[in-house]
């Protein structure tokens, strides 16, 4: 066999290499055989134990898992719960036993099999996701029935690759990080509670890889990429060999790095900025935490209302935001206000399809249009302000106007909350993010206006070469190093020093090494990442003064294209650090 490389969605970040265990869907067919009236008391009650048997595995698995890894994992079950509780299901099941006089199982076999077709053609994608749940308990209730047992991830006795079409989150949860050293899956998205659970338990993961279980087979040697989002089958030696020298290295760089955790990211010279991390959920605080993280750059607060059917209300962003700025203490902890539309989708609100969704209407626009659902969210943003030390921001902001308008509505939820009583910190922050050339190119108006900046890159690099972010055709084009990029960015972070307001980047520009130098340069007060990246910029940041970052920059902003930029600034961080970036 010769090597096969395929590429997916990066999942949960890191190198792992070994060999592949076909995680199938089990052998769960049942055969339709016919029963007699007398027999049908017995069918339902043979369904009624299994429903039983499946709620108590199901209890005993949530509380083991919100044991070991917090009580939000452990939630994930309720879901599963709610689906051994559906009516409908249960009644189509037994009306169908007693109607066709059919055994249990394969009646019970059949409408789960129905479920799950009419769920797939569903456009909703909050049903869709629900399809996993369904086909879970599913599948649990008709071993109960069958009486099989099933050999799960937790009783692997070898260290495996995990391919699968899919895993559910139970699946996910019960993997024993000892033995799954990586997993692949056909299908799923980034956000999926498979993915989030990868990443918390640190696991390497590619998702979306279409056709792993296809190409993949038990025992294939594999090396999965969670970084890049690359499976390579069959690697030959030298590809072998090119990523174990990777894979060595990145620890060899962990242990380094983690020995300047608790050191500032101040240069020889001592200008010192601040490193803190982008999250999209309140599960990343431990690992946020671990990796020395000064505070959160970023909450992608749209998150919190995916995956359901209702909207959050206030109490309960409240409670979220405060869990937060409680983790964090004194350290910064910034809130990014309702980023919808684009490629990030919620099915409550049932958003029209649009020819341009980047261009259309998102983020800040939709919270204008939409005073309600903003107004509840700023509510609960100014609740929590009062318990930690939170500040705002946001998206997507085009002009002055829109900053006017964000902020008109903020004071009527300050004065609303003053009404009834309740405390929020009256001097929180608000920021703008610049991720719109528009903002950038008037950023000197919107600085008197903001009380900081940050530039949302993956956005501003969209805008400004006029390239889809998610447009793999002409990802060649997407160049965080373009100078058109390079000038707006210096344009912002002089503008915002010019009227005393720090300015930050959370693009994933400021988590990128070779530019770290140049940001630096540049004058940027505040980079956030993803937080694995963090110790690495801070080594990058130690290493160099700022007169030399300064003149780095310079250079680099009299060079005419991306390519020769990017060259450039790898060149000086390989003299700078030959060891870690040399060849
Ligand atoms: C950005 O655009 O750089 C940004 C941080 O926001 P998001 O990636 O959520 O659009
Ligand atoms: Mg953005």
Not at 14 to 26: D, N, Q, R, T, W
Not at 348 to 361: A, D, H, R, T, Y
Request: hydrophobic content about 40%.
């Amino acid at each position: 066999m010769s090597e096969i490389t395929l590429k997916g969605i990066p999942a949960a970040p890191g190198i792992v290499i070994g060999h592949a265990y076909i995680f199938g869907k089990e052998d769960l067919d049942v055969e339709r055989q016919g029963i007699s009236e007398e027999q049908v008391p017995l069918e339902i009650s043979r369904f009624e134990d299994a429903l039983i048997q499946t709620r108590q595995e199901i209890i005993a698995l949530q509380k083991k898992i919100a044991q070991e890894m917090g009580s939000e994992h452990g939630e994930v079950f309720d879901a599963h719960l709610l689906v051994l509780e559906d009516r409908m299901l249960i009644e189509e099941v037994i009306s169908k036993v007693k109607k066709e006089k059919l055994v249990v199982d394969f009646v019970f076999s059949e409408v789960l099999k129905r479920y799950a077709s009419v769920f797939s053609r569903i456009e909703d994608e909050y049903l869709k996701e629900r399809i996993s749940d369904i086909n879970d308990v599913g599948r649990r209730i008709l071993r109960n029935l069958l009486g099989k047992k099933r050999k799960g991830l937790a009783d692997l006795e070898e260290r495996v690759i995990v391919i699968a079409h899919d895993l559910s989150p139970s699946d996910t949860a019960t993997m024993h990080k000892n033995k799954v050293v990586g997993f692949v899956t056909d299908i799923g998205g980034k956000t999926s509670h498979t993915a989030i659970m990868a990443k918390s338990l640190e696991i390497p993961a590619v998702v979306g890889l279409e056709v792993g279980t296809e190409k993949i087979k038990n025992g294939d040697s594999v090396i999965v990429d969670g970084s890049s989002g690359v499976v390579i089958v069959a690697p030959e030696p030298e590809t072998l060999k090119k990523y174990e020298v990777q894979e060595e290295k990145m620890k060899g760089l962990t242990a380094t790095f983690i020995s300047i955790k608790d050191l500032p990211a101040e240069t020889t010279d001592g200008k010192v900025v601040s490193l803190a991390a982008n999250i999209e959920f309140p599960e990343e605080i431990p690992s946020v935490l671990q990796h020395g993280a000064e505070g959160l750059g970023l909450y992608r607060t749209e998150y919190f209302y995916m995956n359901r059917r209702d909207l959050p209300t206030e109490d309960e962003q409240f409670e979220a935001y405060k869990h937060l700025a409680e983790a964090f203490g004194d350290k910064p902890v910034i809130i990014r206000t309702l980023d919808i539309g684009g490629d990030k989708f919620v099915s409550q609100f049932n958003l029209p399809k649009e020819m341009s969704p980047f261009m259309g209407w998102r983020a800040i626009r939709f919270c204008l249009a939409r005073p309600d659902i903003f107004k509840t969210q700023l509510r609960a943003i100014l609740r929590a302000s009062a318990t930690g030390n939170l500040k705002v921001m946001f998206p997507m902001i085009s002009g002055v106007e829109e900053l006017r308008r964000s902020k008109e509505l903020l004071q009527e939820c300050r004065e609303e909350l003053k009404a009834r009583g309740i405390a929020y910190n009256d001097k929180l922050e608000v920021g703008a993010m610049i991720e719109v050339p528009s903002a950038a190119l008037t950023s000197d108006v919107l600085s008197r206006e903001a009380a900081f900046f940050s530039i949302g890159t993956n956005d501003l690099i969209q805008y400004s070469l006029a390239v889809d972010r998610t447009n793999e055709k002409i990802a060649y084009l997407y160049e965080p190093t373009h100078p058109a990029v390079l000038r707006l960015i210096k344009g912002v972070i002089d503008a915002g020093h010019k009227s005393n307001i720090w300015v930050g980047m959370c693009g994933e520009m400021s988590g990128e090494p070779s530019l770290a130098l140049l940001l630096l340069g540049l004058g940027l007060d505040e980079f956030s990442m993803q937080s694995a990246s963090i110790l690495e910029i801070k080594n990058i940041i130690r290493s160099v003064s700022y007169v030399q970052a300064k003149q780095i920059a310079d250079q680099a902003m009299e060079l005419t294209t991306g390519a020769d930029v990017e060259a450039f600034l790898k060149g000086k961080l390989k003299e700078l650090l030959p060891a870690i970036y040399g060849n």
